[in-house]
Structures are given as C-alpha cells and as structure tokens.
C-alpha cells in the first residue's frame, strides 16, 4: 500500500507519520529530506529560498515504494490513498513563523491553505475517492498519526470538503 500524507507546511505531517511509522511499524519517507540528502532539485529559488524538485527524478529515486510518503508534494507521487492534512491559515501562519519562516513564507502558506490549494490539487490528481481530509488545528499528534493510521489500516473513508477555511481569506 502506497500513502502520501501531504499538506501545507506546518500542517503536521512529519511528526503524525513518525508516531504512525512507531506504532505501526509502516516505513515513513520524509521527501523533503529526501530531496535534499540526494540532490533531487534542479535549482533553488531565491525569492522563496526554497529548492525547485525534479519530481521525475524523486519518482525514479522512490521506485516501487510501498508505504508513507510526507510531504507538501507528496500529492504528485502515485499512491493508493492520500492523506491531506490540515490547519486552520491563523494558527499555521503562527506555526511557521515560530519555527523560523519568513513573514512573506508563512503568509503565503496560510493564504494556500485557505484557498485548499493542496487538497483540490490532491483530488485533481487522485480523485475524490482516494483523498483523505484530516483537520489538525485543535488535534494533538498523536489524535493525528490515529487518524492517519486508520487510512493506513483501511478503516476510514474518504472525504473530503468537510474543511472550509474561506473566511481567513482578506480582500
């Protein structure tokens, strides 16, 4: 079983899939890390001091993965369900500043994910079907990687549209 657990940075990603990977013994890949330890970028950003992914060659770096894979890109990869998760924009923009992002950065992952940027490019990509939304605003990790864990083990249903965070938008 191939799962991408995907999202706006600071959603929680790395931390949920650590706690699942523990208590399910499931393999977790953290992409960004990936990315970085094995050079699969083609250039860096400067503007968003961020790298530019070569997804063709994550994809060939990964294989046949079977597993987790976390990350905001983890939407792009193949997989048999997909987990996105979740923050309400206010609290992920304090999220990300408190853990060193630029005021610029955060803004605009908060404006991301009031916009559902990464789910609808999920259920774009997967179809309604195989999208798993998961909201973690007021959830602890462990409330999260429980979540996840019951995609893991087939337990959950999909849905998706059940977040609506519209009114953190600013005109």
Excluded: F
Aim: proline share 3%.
């Amino acid at each position: 079983m191939r799962i991408a657990v995907t999202g706006t940075p600071g959603t929680g990603k790395t931390t949920a899939t650590d706690a699942v990977s523990e208590d399910q013994s499931v393999p977790v890949v953290h992409l960004n890390e990936t990315i970085r330890t094995h050079g699969l970028w083609t250039e860096r950003d400067a503007d968003r001091d961020s790298l530019v992914v070569d997804l063709d060659a994550v994809r060939e770096h990964l294989g046949d993965w079977e597993g987790i894979v976390e990350s905001h890109l983890a939407h792009y990869l193949e997989a048999d369900r997909v987990v996105v998760l979740r923050c309400r924009p206010d609290r992920l923009r304090d999220r990300l500043l408190d853990r060193g992002e630029s005021e610029q950065s955060a803004t605009e992952n908060a404006e991301s994910e009031a916009l559902d940027v990464i789910l609808s490019e999920a259920v774009e990509r997967h179809g309604a079907d195989r999208v798993y939304e998961v909201e973690t605003t007021n959830r602890s990790p462990e409330a999260v990687a429980d979540a996840i864990g019951a995609v893991v083990r087939g337990e959950a249903e999909p849905g998706v549209g059940q977040v609506d965070y519209t009114e953190y938008l600013t005109v």
